[in-house]
């Protein structure tokens, strides 16, 4: 939840996961973190976006349905970055928190800013 809570690409949210392993055993073992990802979206804490740049190089996005995830998240693709995404952060998929998600993780946080603001492309 933490990565939801700074709108991360799945490359970052991979490369934040299981620092113990190399990137190649975390790859093996993507189905689990797949898995827990539908989880938290099944419970409302999460959704998985795919982030567009559009031609005029405004963004937007699409909320991946729950149903179509498992089969989204097992292409190996959507968890490596682009070369556009490594630099801008705005393209590819994201895990954002929900409104539940927050209160879920709310804490004190007077005078600190909302990550999720910073990245236009998710409002």
């Known amino acids: 939840m933490v990565n939801a ?3 991360d690409l799945l490359p970052s949210v991979l490369w934040d996961w299981r620092t113990d392993l190399d990137q190649e055993d975390k790859l093996t073992l993507l189905p689990v973190l797949a898995a827990a990802l539908v989880s938290l979206v099944n419970d409302g804490l999460i959704e998985v ?3 567009f740049v ?5 963004g937007s ?3 991946i349905p729950c149903g179509e995830l498992p089969d989204v998240l097992a292409d190996q693709a959507v968890w490596e970055y682009t070369d556009h995404s ?3 952060r705005d393209e590819g998929l994201a895990i954002v ?4 998600g927050r209160e879920l993780s709310l804490t004190d946080r007077a005078g600190v800013p909302d990550p999720q603001s910073s990245n236009p492309y998710l409002k």
Do not use: F, N, P
């Open 97 to 100: 928190q929900t409104h539940a």
């Open 86 to 88: 490594w630099i801008h």
């Open 5 to 7: 809570q700074e709108h």
């Open 54 to 58: 559009d031609v005029d190089g405004s």
């Open 49 to 51: 976006r795919q982030l």
């Open 61 to 63: 996005y699409e909320v």
